[in-house]
């Protein structure tokens, strides 16, 4: 059983950038797809990338060439890099893995809180 800590949230202006990190408390290497979700206020939790254990990456439309979604399986840590942030990126950012189409894990870690705004 792993369990995540979400860290690296913080208030950012538009066009700002941030990186998050995702620490696992044990080996993420055998997990074959991590993802990141943010959830918006008033909102459904969404997947918002996901990257397998080959390095394969996928994002929604909306991040598309401004999040980068990495995992370094030595260290058991995920990152996403967020840049040229909107307000519509606002949220609580969490980790878990993916798989058919859903979050891997049942349970939640606490999550990074992300706000863009001037």
């Known amino acids: 059983q792993v369990q995540f800590v979400e860290s690296g949230g913080d208030w950012v202006p538009p066009g700002g950038s941030l990186r998050l990190s995702c620490a696992a408390s044990?080996?993420?290497?055998?997990?074959?797809?991590l993802a990141w979700y943010r959830q918006a206020p008033g909102k459904q939790r969404e997947r918002v990338a996901a990257i397998t254990n080959t390095a394969k990456t996928n994002y929604i439309d909306s991040v598309k060439g401004r999040f980068t979604i990495s995992r370094d399986d030595a260290s058991n840590t995920m990152f996403l890099q967020m840049n040229d942030l909107s307000f519509d990126d606002t949220g609580v950012y969490y980790c878990?893995?993916?798989?058919?189409?859903?979050?891997?894990?049942?349970?939640w870690g606490q999550g990074t809180q992300v706000t863009v705004s001037t």
């Open positions: 044990g080996s993420i290497a055998s997990i074959f797809s």
């Open positions: 878990n893995g993916y798989h058919n189409g859903g979050p891997l894990f049942d349970y």
